[in-house]
């Protein structure tokens, strides 16, 4: 089974920084990845599939980037509504998501 | 505008079973692989089952195989789940969710609110 592990499990950040989370496959999933963010209370949301395509209707500082087996999600610009869990999630062999990131504001 | 609607959820007791239901609007229901997603009290998320958007294939998680069910009525544009022999590590929010394709293997491009499972004594 491929297995995904995503970096940091937290994070802390001002409004207006740029946030970044990596996520590690553990073989190649080419670019296979998706990225969801679920906001509290609320069911995930996809962002960013094929590692860096962005979801329609998605704000364009979200980012994604990689291929192989190491991914990244960048938020440029950090807004109170981007308080979420995000996950990495890959679909090269049906899925696994990976553990999560929990982004806070400071 | 898509619309996934889950219901069926509560408390169960160990041992026991529920079934889930799923209710698809704003999109070709029939074009679609469908999904169960799992998420336990404060954890991450797990892909539980998926079914072909025929119906004809079906695929498991290994925690779930032999005990759970998944199903769709593509003339209702409904998807259900049944749970037997249920433990309490199966006690989760359980969403349903929208492949991208008719086979799986895709992102998840919508999904329902979740319902809540309780396994319990």
């Known amino acids: 089974d491929i297995q995904m592990t995503q970096s940091p499990s937290t994070l802390s950040a001002s409004v207006g920084d740029r946030v970044t989370i990596t996520c590690r496959a553990s073989?190649?999933?080419?670019?296979?990845l998706a990225w969801y963010q679920q906001q509290p209370g609320k069911a995930p949301k996809l962002l960013i599939y094929k590692a860096s395509t962005l979801q329609s209707g998605v704000p364009s500082r979200f980012s994604g980037s990689g291929s192989g087996t190491e991914f990244t999600l960048t938020i440029s610009g950090l807004q109170p509504d981007d308080v979420a869990t995000y996950y990495c999630?890959?679909?090269?062999?049906?899925?696994?998501f990976g553990q999560g990131t929990k982004v806070e504001i400071k | 505008e898509e619309h996934l609607v889950e219901s069926g959820g509560g408390l169960v007791q160990p041992g026991g079973s529920v079934r889930l239901s799923c209710a698809a609007s704003?999109?070709?229901?029939?074009?679609?692989?469908m999904v169960w997603v799992r998420q336990a009290p404060g954890m991450g998320l797990e892909w539980v089952s998926l079914?072909?958007?025929?119906?004809?294939?079906?695929h498991y998680v290994d925690s779930v195989k032999g005990r759970f069910t998944v199903s769709r009525d593509n003339s209702n544009n409904s998807l259900f789940l049944q749970m037997a022999n249920l433990k309490p590590e199966d006690t989760a929010v359980y969403f349903c969710?929208?492949?991208?394709?008719?086979?799986?293997?895709?992102?998840?491009?919508?999904w329902g609110q979740g319902t809540l499972v309780t396994v319990s004594s």
């Open positions: 704003g999109f070709t229901f029939s074009n679609h692989a």
């Open positions: 999630q890959q679909y090269d062999t049906l899925w696994t």
């Open positions: 969710a929208k492949d991208r394709g008719p086979y799986g293997g895709n992102p998840l491009d919508s």
């Open positions: 079914v072909t958007a025929s119906g004809e294939t079906t």
């Open positions: 073989q190649s999933i080419s670019s296979w």
